[in-house]
């Protein structure tokens, strides 16, 4: 894989506007979302905890959640994505810290030892094959479609790589809750966490974030209350604009 950060047609560097963090992204693949970011703040990680994110992208959450852990794990299939995930930790300065690897996480016993991550984190594909429009950009496909894994396939390997009581997080679509619910106890992964996420507070919820235990007792499932994302006028709410602009939040607050 490349190791310089001069940029590729058609790439650019996005702020991440965290900790001065930069990223770079092609227009052409998958580029993050809001999903990323809420699962990054949604999720349970210990200081000095070892994680994996399944399905790293260009490596967005190992980044925002670099400051919490002390080593990562990022698996992609894409080997375009992958590449410049590699760009993107050496362009922070964080090379050492999370390590990317591009390869398949239906093979998942191939890169890494069961039960030696503490935690999971995935943003995977969210829609079934025969839903949607498949976009004619193969990366953008291969990322909002069950092309190379499904929600089972996700939620296994998951639950092969987590430590006894490690927990996974996960971001995924409200109406394929059910399904979630089911395969986290098929691959014996307790849900306790759930929080849903309205665009704004007059709209039905259009993601969902869960988490489980790994082996954990069942029952106790922790509803947190809705996060609405957006004022009626438009705005970031509060919640938002702590995950974006804490600054300018403080700055606010201080009036």
Excluded: W
Excluded at 66 to 78: C, G, H, T, W, Y
Excluded at 138 to 143: E, F, K, L, Q, S
Excluded at 158 to 174: D, Q, T
């Amino acid at each position: 894989m490349k190791t310089t950060f001069e940029l590729n047609e058609n790439e650019r560097i996005d702020d991440l506007l965290a900790g001065g963090l930069k990223i770079i992204q092609h227009k052409n693949e998958f580029c993050f979302s809001l999903d990323a970011v809420l699962l990054a703040h949604f999720a349970t990680v210990r200081k000095n905890s070892y994680g994996l994110d399944l399905g790293t992208g260009t490596g967005v959450i190992p980044l925002l959640l670099s400051p919490r852990v002390r080593k990562m794990e990022a698996l992609e299939i894409n080997p375009v994505t992958a590449e410049i995930a590699v760009r993107n930790m050496q362009l922070n300065n964080l090379a050492d810290k999370i390590r990317v690897q591009q390869g398949d996480l239906c093979r998942i016993e191939q890169y890494y030892k069961a039960g030696s991550m503490d935690f999971v984190v995935s943003n995977p594909p969210y829609r079934q094959i025969n839903q949607g429009q498949l976009n004619l950009l193969d990366g953008v496909a291969r990322a909002r479609h069950e092309i190379t894994a499904k929600l089972d396939d996700v939620v296994r390997a998951a639950s092969y790589v987590l430590k006894y009581r490690g927990r996974f997080a996960m971001v995924h679509l409200p109406e394929r809750l059910g399904e979630i619910m089911v395969a986290f106890h098929k691959y014996k992964i307790a849900a306790k966490r759930l929080r849903l996420v309205q665009p704004k507070r007059d709209k039905s919820p259009n993601i969902v974030l869960i988490e489980g235990v790994k082996d954990g007792a069942p029952g106790g499932l922790k509803v947190e209350p809705v996060l609405v994302v957006h004022k009626d006028n438009g705005d970031y709410t509060k919640p938002l604009l702590a995950y974006y602009y804490p600054d300018r939040l403080a700055e606010m607050e201080g009036r």
